[in-house]
């Protein structure tokens, strides 16, 4: 039997396929050509249409008959068909996906009267649609981009699929989201700047979409430098640790007399920095048989550990690692900025992330910690 909803709504979807290629290799972003070739030459591969399948699966059990109106090939078209949907398609298929190409498809489907636009992408895609649609339209966000600081993204996708069904039956009500995004050549540069574009509406249920990143304040440091100083001391000289991005983890690295890279991965052993600014397979092989932790902070506002900026930190490093050689470090402040929220997970990989699912203990102080459930 036909629903209600499969009778009167319509969802366009829009597909960046190539969002979040330089996640795992390390290249702390994916926008534009040079970087995008550069990525796959490192081994990269495509990751949001699988992620866009993950969140269409969960969507076509909820409703099966919905109407989707989406573009040719990865930009939505396959997706779509692999799960069993009968999309109708816009556009014009081409080799190469570009910016241009969303914000085309954004206005054709703000034309054909969609009830909201589903996008696949990062913080860059989130721009475009701002560009070309503002406020017309409310959208969703599958989190599929490498630097995914806007709050117009589902925490994962299968609950993108949630929240779309939630909308479309009238249990979501649209609210304004932050489009951030940051200078991605500054990033690299181990610099941190993030610009506010606007705001896209967004349908909101509690728990289902991310919240804007938050940053250090001043207060906190004198709480990073006890928690660094007991790390420290507790460091076993034959083990490597892998330290995720984050000024949280440069504390250690500075009172051990070194420079961490701001928003890459480095190793750390017996007191000296051994590698620097590290993607998945570096990691791999600079870890190889030895002993291994991994060492994650928590994204202020938004409580992500994993799949948040810190990509090279993969489900096949965490299976080599082992669930249990983990290390969670946050300040009091960071967690009180969760509000009570529970930690987050989104390593791409359903099973690890099961495994990192429930509670886990969080080094808050010198000899402190507490035990924060991971969703």
Known sequence: MTTLVEKMMKVGLIVNPIAGVGGRVGLKGSDGSEI??????????????????????????????????????????TECLSVGFKPIV??????????EDTKIAAIEML???????????????????????????PVIGIPAGVKIHSSVFAVNPQVAGELVYKYLNGEAKLHDAEVLDIDEDAYRENRLSAKLYGFLKTP??????????????????????????????????????????????????????????????????????????????????TIQNN????VVTVIGGQGFIFGRGNQQISPKVIK?????????????????????????????????????SGYVKVVTDYGRRVAIKVN
């Open 90 to 99: 816009i556009g014009i298929l081409k080799n190469e996906t570009t910016a």
């Open 291 to 294: 002993p291994a932790k991994i």
């Open 111 to 137: 034309n054909q009267k969609v009830a909201l636009i589903l996008f696949a992408g990062g913080d860059g895609t989130a721009r475009d649609l701002y560009s070309s649609i503002g406020t017309r339209l």
């Open 320 to 356: 080599k690692v082992g669930i249990d050689n983990i290390i969670i470090i946050a300040t009091r402040a960071k967690l009180a900025s969760l509000e009570g929220r529970p930690l987050l997970v989104d390593s791409g990989d359903s099973i690890t992330d099961r495994q990192l």
């Open 204 to 285: 909101y249920v509690e728990g289902f979409l991310q919240a804007s990143k938050e940053v250090i304040t001043d207060q906190e440091e004198l709480n990073l430098d006890a928690i660094a100083r007991e790390f420290i001391e507790d460091m076993d000289p034959t083990t490597m640790y892998i330290l995720g991005p984050g000024s949280t983890l440069s504390y250690i690295t500075k009172m051990l007399g070194y420079e961490k890279t701001l928003l890459g991965v480095d190793i750390i052993q017996n007191g000296k920095l051994i590698a620097t600014d590290l993607n998945e397979a570096q990691i791999l092989e």
């Open 36 to 77: 995008q070739k550069m990525a796959f030459t490192l081994g990269a591969t495509l990751t949001s249409p699988s992620r866009t399948i993950d969140c269409l699966k969960t969507l076509y059990k909820l409703i099966p008959g919905l109407e989707i109106i989406t573009c040719p090939g990865l930009m939505g078209e």
